[in-house]
């Protein structure tokens, strides 16, 4: 069990669940950072007496600084990149829960890693865009990759002590999110507010969008393939709008094991800091006779409609640079979506614009940081650039 962690988005809603789990099992945490919920992460220093803090800018950090004065605990506070890297790689931790949101925990994952750091991953954009700089710092490190992701945790668990070489075939299973079973005329009109009303999970806005999209199933597509090192095309998504089986993964000898579970991210954050314990928190039974868990219903998903899905397989097949363009072009088209200067399907219709303009570059398929970075501006601002269609 990790006795001691650092948490790189503290205030979002993994981090703050990661502290719900912290507090029942008297984890101790190391360094917390966020971008700007100063109030939440005040509370939180407050509480769990972290040695360092990061936030998003200077004046953030002065702010800070000035609220704690005189509460009998002043942590080390930086800010900007240079203080996520800093809480990453922070002495007295054993493990890192990388819980930022989109490409920017990159580098401090790597910091954490080079670090010795195990590595409690639940940002997505970490292995989509440097999942070829990641996993050959894991394996020369030696340390940890604990997924925290619901559908990669269950894909962990029904991993674990299989024989090499055994699996034939990932099913991840995905909820469908507010819109499934809409046409592509009936999202033309989708607003901000109906996007953000998922009808299983409470997650922040950027993931929430992409769940709509279903952007976040490509993106966990191409997680599962660097993690369990396997081509895409052995993973097929399956539309559980119940939520209840959390992923599959069939064997070569026909069978199939699923891990099930209410919908509760604190499961799979629990496990992935106490694995391989399995402690007793508190948590919900399991009832197989609830109305929720006596129908469970499967569908292919509708990918002519939800264009996103094939986009993230086609960005896998292309491979080098191509995931990080993808990504850095949908993170940039969500947030314009959020800010209302786009239309809900122009989000696909950007990425793909973005991802048509690399190829004809030419994807990088040798690259450092630095290479993948500068593939990860021009996505941006290509994307910045396109218009409202």
């Given at each position: ?13 993994i981090?703050?669940q990661?502290?719900e ?47 704690l ?39 401090p ?22 999942g ?70 409470k ?181 910045r ?5």
């Open positions: 069990m990790i006795n001691t962690i650092s948490i790189l988005g503290s205030t979002g809603s981090g703050t990661t502290l789990v912290c507090r029942e099992l008297n984890i101790k945490v190391a360094a917390l950072t966020c971008s700007s919920s100063i109030d939440l992460l005040e509370n939180q220093v407050r509480e769990f007496k972290p040695s360092l803090v990061s936030v998003g800018t200077a004046e953030l950090a002065h702010d800070l600084r000035h609220r004065f005189g509460s009998g605990h002043m942590p080390e506070i930086l800010y900007g990149m240079s203080g996520n890297n800093a809480a990453a790689v922070v002495p007295e931790a054993q493990a890192v829960v990388a819980a930022m949101v989109g490409v920017a925990g990159l580098e994952v790597l910091k954490a890693i080079k670090a010795g750091k195990d590595i409690a991953l639940a940002n997505k954009e970490t292995l989509v865009a440097g070829a700089l990641v996993m050959p710092e894991v394996n020369r490190n030696k340390v940890r990759l604990l997924p925290v992701d619901s559908e990669h945790s269950a894909i962990w668990q029904c991993l674990a002590g299989a024989p090499p070489g055994s699996m034939r075939r990932i099913l991840l299973t995905a909820s469908g999110g507010p819109f499934r079973g809409r046409g592509i005329e009936e999202l033309a009109s989708i607003t901000v507010d109906q996007a953000l009303a998922h009808p299983t999970w997650m922040g806005g950027k993931i929430t969008i992409d769940s709509a999209t279903l952007m976040n199933k490509g993106l966990e597509v191409i997680e599962a393939s660097w993690l369990f090192d396997c081509d895409v095309s052995v993973i097929d998504v399956v539309v559980h709008p119940q939520s209840i089986i959390h992923s599959m993964v069939e064997f070569n000898d026909g069978s199939v094991m699923a891990q099930m579970g209410f919908p509760d991210m604190k499961l799979p954050i629990q496990l992935a800091l106490t694995w391989p314990e399995r402690i007793c928190a508190g948590n919900r039974s399991y009832n197989p006779f609830e109305s929720r868990t006596n129908n469970l219903t499967f569908e292919q998903p509708d990918r002519k409609t939800f264009r996103l899905l094939d986009l993230a397989y086609q960005a896998a097949a292309a491979g080098g640079t191509m995931p990080a363009v993808m990504n850095a072009a949908n993170e940039e088209s969500v947030w314009r979506f959020l800010a209302g200067e786009i239309g809900f399907l122009e989000i696909a219709e950007h990425v793909e614009h973005v991802m048509e303009m690399h190829e004809r570059d030419g994807v990088m398929t040798k690259f450092d940081f630095a290479d993948l970075m500068a593939a990860d501006q021009e996505a941006r601002q290509r994307s650039s396109l218009k409202h269609m």
